[in-house]
């Protein structure tokens, strides 16, 4: 469901796994976009234009726009000249869990595979977006390509889109994005929940020496948003390495205690494991404050004076929906009431959702609930979940009531307070706010157990395989906290 203004606009689509709740219809797309007649793609950018055309030339599509508006990780590969520069070789009979890897000459051909007249009989969409604010010295630039109404409008959500990101690129270079649903009109299969996809051919490929991300098979969340995973965490790290910075699955939140003292944390966890809750949290301590800057994905870089700063190089939040409710998230209840996309919630017959996690607000009450797998007449004795553990809200950042106000600021620059130099939160000038001394102090041996355990699951996998750096970092790190009081 998408709310724009006052009109509220209803669809179903599929991943490749389930139905979706999601975009269908052309009015929403051309609610957040403009057309550009064929012969007025001359106004792109030389760069900008080739891409473009290259990729209709491959793809096929009959019309083409110029936008302003549960990952397949099984699936998703990075190609590059040697294998060892992307994965370590896991030992004999041991399952690789660090990443898959694709030769370029396997990947070529499995690409050319699928996207030859992918888009045959729809529109491509041609999507210029930035991450991270519009002219950041930290952000980059994207265009993604793709046949998706629902990808366009997400992405108008999750990114910074529009005529401003071609005017800031000029001609300089981009990360190319190439996305298809692999069906083109008439299809060959039939659309599973009115959405159309490909799912026995899906695939996510990134080539970091092209600077290139394709995508085929999936519109599912971070398959097809390919400025969210694809860009900003996978390609972005290989980014980040060439150019001394670092891209991180990290949350980034402001936290004020009592005495008016403010200092930022970044924090790591697995997807759908409480990122964004912990990020928009409601401080339980008295006279704390807490401001939201990201829930999901972190770029970090060392300024002259060697304190770490970061930015959120996107532009809204896609969480996860169980769970959240106002007794678990107010702020995230009140950032989706608007201008939001539900994928595989169920809703209501008043045009509302729903989820686990809000059974509170239909018990004793006649509601109709439809399930996110089509049942019509889903109650809270149903043997089967009225939406799917994963479903998510896709919803504007700038919406949530405690949103930091540095979070857009173009220079990109939010203080964490780290220092190079121990790894270790930046406590100078701290000594009469105990409250935070309290608030971050983790004992000594919990870090230390926490380094064995990383040490044993990397030796599980691929003993002595894995690049000598990183087991010199973590090397470096025990012998630091060993040193530590």
Request: proline residues 7%; hydrophobic residues 35%.
């Amino acid at each position: 469901m998408l709310s724009i203004g006052n009109q509220v606009l209803k669809f179903a689509a599929y991943s490749h796994r389930s139905p979706l709740i999601a975009i269908t219809c052309q009015s929403c797309v051309r609610t957040l976009s403009y057309a550009v007649p064929k012969e007025n793609i001359t106004h792109l950018s030389p760069k900008v234009r080739s891409f473009v055309e290259e990729r209709a030339r491959l793809c096929q599509p009959n019309d083409i726009h110029i936008s302003d508006v549960a990952r397949v990780e099984s699936q998703t590969y990075i190609s590059t000249h040697n294998k060892r520069d992307t994965i370590p070789t896991p030992k004999d009979g041991v399952k690789g869990t660090l990443g898959n890897w694709m030769s370029r000459e396997d990947l070529d051909n499995a690409l050319n595979q699928r996207f030859p007249g992918c888009m045959k009989g729809r529109t491509m969409f041609v999507i210029p977006f930035s991450m991270g604010p519009i002219g950041s010295p930290l952000s980059k630039i994207g265009i993604e390509v793709t046949d998706s109404p629902y990808v366009v409008a997400s992405m108008r959500i999750m990114t910074r889109m529009g005529a401003q990101v071609l005017k800031t690129l000029g001609n300089d270079d981009f990360i190319k994005c190439m996305h298809s649903i692999g069906q083109p009109l008439p299809m060959k299969t039939p659309a599973v929940a009115n959405w159309p996809c490909n799912p026995s051919q899906t695939i996510i490929a990134h080539i970091p020496e092209n600077n290139e991300i394709s995508s085929f098979g999936s519109g599912y969340g971070g398959n097809s948003l390919l400025g969210k995973k694809c860009f900003a965490l996978r390609l972005g790290s290989i980014l980040a390495r060439r150019e001394g910075w670092f891209a991180e699955h990290m949350l980034i939140l402001g936290i004020t205690n009592p005495k008016g003292v403010k200092k930022y944390i970044a924090a790591a966890f697995p997807s759908a494991c409480g990122k964004t809750n912990l990020a928009m949290m409601t401080p339980s301590l008295p006279g704390f404050k807490v401001e939201c800057v990201g829930d999901d994905i972190a770029w970090m870089r060392f300024d002259d004076n060697g304190v770490l700063r970061a930015i959120n190089p996107e532009f809204g939040f896609f969480g996860v929906a169980p769970g959240t409710s106002e007794k678990t998230n107010p702020n995230a209840m009140s950032t989706i009431q608007r201008n939001t996309i539900f994928t595989n919630v169920a809703k209501t017959a008043d045009g509302g959702f729903y989820w686990e996690g809000l059974e509170h607000q239909i018990k004793g009450k006649k509601v109709q609930i439809t399930s996110w797998l089509g049942d019509k007449n889903w109650t809270l004795d149903s043997d089967k979940p009225s939406s799917h553990p994963n479903s998510r809200f896709c919803t504007p950042a700038s919406q949530c009531p405690i949103m930091d106000p540095l979070w857009e600021d173009p220079k990109g620059e939010t203080p964490i307070g780290f220092t190079p130099k121990t790894g270790a939160i930046n406590t100078d000038n701290m000594n009469e706010n105990v409250d935070f001394d309290e608030l971050f102090s983790v004992p000594k041996d919990f870090w230390l157990e926490e380094c064995d355990r990383i040490r044993n699951y990397f030796t599980e996998q691929v003993n002595n395989d894995l690049p000598d750096e990183v087991w010199n970092q973590l090397k470096q790190l025990q012998q630091r906290l060993q040193q530590q009081k």
